[in-house]
């Protein structure tokens, strides 16, 4: 690969550019990409949003991380207007899709459509950590329904 010419500038920050960090992490239901989407004070996990109409104007998607700690569970919910993803990247544990119970790792990347009940269960004994997204840039467009 050769070296940008001259003429390209580099920029520290850029509008559509999201950087994560360990404080950008926030409980469930307690931050600028879900605080409006109606979370059950029960649901446990920590998120972070990265792109999406809060951060960097998206109207079509929305990608951010999670963590679970040993013991943690994300409620059984589906999502009536939306699909959604996750890619596992560290831990184990037992999602939830339907009727289905899953075991996951990394590596592991599950579709979820419209109207799928889900749940994500950290059974294991470290951090889970995860991406996610949504098919729209705001979480609550896609409406949040508890199973439980």
């Known amino acids: ?15 559509l550019v999201a950087h994560a960090t360990e404080e950008g992490y926030h409980k469930i239901g307690h931050g600028p ?6 979370v059950d ?3 446990e996990g920590r998120i ?6 809060t951060n960097t104007g998206s109207k079509d998607v929305n990608l951010g991380l ?7 569970y994300h409620l059984r919910h589906h999502h009536p207007r939306g699909s959604e993803w996750y890619y596992f990247i560290k831990g184990a544990g ?10 996951v790792r990394p590596g592991t990347a599950i579709y979820i459509p419209a109207g799928t009940v889900h749940a994500v269960l950290n059974d294991g004994d470290e ?8 098919s729209t840039g705001e979480y609550g467009d896609i409406g949040l329904v508890y199973d439980e």
Not at 3 to 13: G, K, M, N, T, W
Not at 48 to 53: C, S
Not at 66 to 72: C, E, I, L, V, Y
Not at 127 to 134: H, S, V
């Open 94 to 103: 037992l999602v939830h899709l339907n009727d289905d119970r899953v075991r």
């Open 33 to 38: 990409v879900d605080s409006d989407a109606g």
């Open 1 to 15: 690969m050769s070296e940008p010419s001259a003429e390209v500038s580099f920029v520290e920050r850029h509008p």
């Open 127 to 134: 951090d889970i950590e995860m991406l996610w997204g949504i």
């Open 41 to 43: 004070p029960r649901d």
């Open 66 to 72: 999670g963590k679970m700690s040993p013991g943690d």
């Open 48 to 53: 972070q949003g990265l792109l999406g109409a």
